[in-house]
């Protein structure tokens, strides 16, 4: 199953056997992107990267533009509605090749495959795109369909599937850049629910009548670390690491931020009725440090959620290619 994972600064394609649970060896192709990304350069990337991985599973060679990025075949008739949530389905003149999964940030409307990156700080030029719609033809073969998926819940089903398929309710938490999130009811994404947030997404929550994200997220500690300090800090990476040696400062604005977030989380988990929740990211890389706080907080709401099973994936990445198989492979649920 071929997949591609869209984050902030890359998309990684590859080839994923789910029956293993594993990516399929010399198939994994990763690129850069920037978060001020043009459109076609932002399409020809996730071709080129697509395109590689297609010609290592086929032996067939992908043709290439002058600079070396995908060039696509030939125009043929444009996508029409599938009347299937989350898939982008060929034209009449669409050739018979694979079923493609794609994890890709939000906002998206992962239906149409149209991006809505607006007033967000990220992908401002894609904003409006019909990313699945140009992207068909831009592959080679041309797929029969194209499955979009929150990069969260790609992650949270990747994980389902490989470690935690036992679970009756699974929610994920990315921390990184910002906070990602899905709701998992016996491995299916549950979005539109009494019982979880708005659109399962945890960043549309509050802390204090303010975003969440204006408390949790690289833009908010960083921020809050050089308002008190005076000394501007290079990501959560830094900060994290200010934190291990001691720097009281950088302790305890981490602790804050992650102790406010167990409270803002612990509600819904709670109404969710979860068992596991699992922690990925790049600050998970620090979770000796993240770990407690977030405990504290999510237990002093209520104390039963200790009983909760919490689990750390450091291999996010791997995770959403896997997640992003599974959802392509049920047909999108």
Known sequence: MPVLEVGGSHVTAAAVDLTRARIADGTRRRLPLTPGIGREDFLATLAEAANGVLSGVSGASASSGPSGTSKPPEPSEPSEPSGLPGAVVCG??????????????????????????????????????????????RLNPRPARLWFLNDASAFALGVWHTAHAESRRLVAVTLGTGVGSAFLDRGSIVEDDPRVPPEGRVDLLTIDGRPLEDTVSTRAMTAHYTNRTGRPVDGLRELTALAAVDDTTARDVITSALRALGAALAPWLTAFEADTVVFGGSITAAWPLIGPPLTTGLTHHDPRLARLTLSVHDDGEDQALLGAAVFATRGGA
Do not use: C, Q
Not at 106 to 112: K, T, V
Not at 117 to 130: R, S
């Open 92 to 137: 009449s003149r669409g050739g018979g090749g694979d079923t493609w999964g794609i994890a890709v940030p939000g906002p998206f409307d992962y239906a149409r495959g149209v991006a809505r990156y607006h007033g967000v700080g990220k992908f401002a030029a894609l904003d409006g795109l019909a990313v699945g719609e140009l992207l068909m033809p």
